[in-house]
């Protein structure tokens, strides 16, 4: 059986692949675990680290299957206290990784991949990509993208790309600075090693001294916040809404969701 997570390491650069295209790479536990264990075992000669995916979609996000599950569970709150604890550790760790990272997004981020992405230094996206957070049309929220989210796009994109639940195209995307590079299908592989090309061509120090510096205005925040958006996605996973949102997902049906004024 193949991998849900491809590594391989070529001159020093090190590729992970998300290999689960048959669910749209969707995250689950194992792969948030493994992906983890990847991202703090980085040989100290790790010069960059591409995340990339098979398949025609990046990452549809959670597996909301797995989600789902979860709440039949006697000790379900614990169990979503734990995955979004998970995901927040795979968010800070790649973010402040010692080197420089590259997304590769070759279609589709949705929800939980959009945070993958944005936790990446650099973002190179194929015509075919696209970014949405759909997480309030499912009852839940994006808590843990968020601090990301408008730490990379600012405020008002932030509020239009959560709250429309809007797809944001390419044009949009590199716009508002969630991508820096656009590619064709047909030039995508080309574009990236030129890409890496190119950060290969500073000193490896430079490059991690350099990023260190760009984090430290932001790394106090970023934490602070994730703090709290720990606990509210967790929190946010244990009300009727979210139930009646991933079911519905599920069962592929319009949610009915309940007035608060009634």
């Known amino acids: 059986m193949p991998s849900d997570l491809l590594v391989t390491t070529h001159n020093d650069v090190l590729h992970v692949t998300l290999n689960r295209p048959a669910k749209r790479n969707a995250l689950t536990r194992g792969m948030l675990k493994e992906l983890q264990d990847v991202l ?7 010069r960059l680290v591409v995340l990339k995916a098979t398949g025609p979609v990046f990452c549809a996000g959670m597996d909301l299957q797995e989600m789902q599950d979860a709440a039949k569970l006697p000790n379900a709150a614990e169990v979503w206290q734990h995955d979004s604890d998970l995901y927040r550790q795979v968010l800070e760790t790649l973010t402040f990784a010692p080197c420089p990272t590259l997304c590769v997004v070759q279609g589709p981020a949705l929800a939980g991949g959009v945070g993958l992405v944005l936790a990446c230094d650099l973002v190179l996206a194929a015509e075919t990509a696209n970014f949405a957070l759909p997480e309030p049309k499912r009852g839940i929220i994006a808590a ?21 639940g809007q797809t944001l195209f390419l044009d949009a995307a590199r716009r508002y600075g969630l991508i820096h590079q656009t590619a064709t299908s047909a030039t995508i592989e080309t574009d990236v090693a030129a890409t890496i090309t190119a950060v290969l061509t500073g000193a490896p120090g430079a490059l991690n001294a350099t990023k260190q510096q760009l984090l430290k205005p932001i790394a106090e925040r970023l934490k602070s916040d994730w703090d709290a958006a720990e606990e509210a996605s967790a929190t946010a996973r244990t009300q009727p809404e979210a139930r009646e949102g991933l079911q519905a997902f599920l069962d ?11």
């Open 40 to 46: 703090r075992a980085l040989p100290p000669s790790t």
């Open 144 to 164: 843990m993208v968020l601090p990301l989210l408008v730490l990379r796009i600012g405020h008002s994109a932030a509020s239009w790309l959560l709250l429309s």
């Open 252 to 262: 592929r049906r319009m949610p009915q969701w309940m007035s608060e004024t009634k």
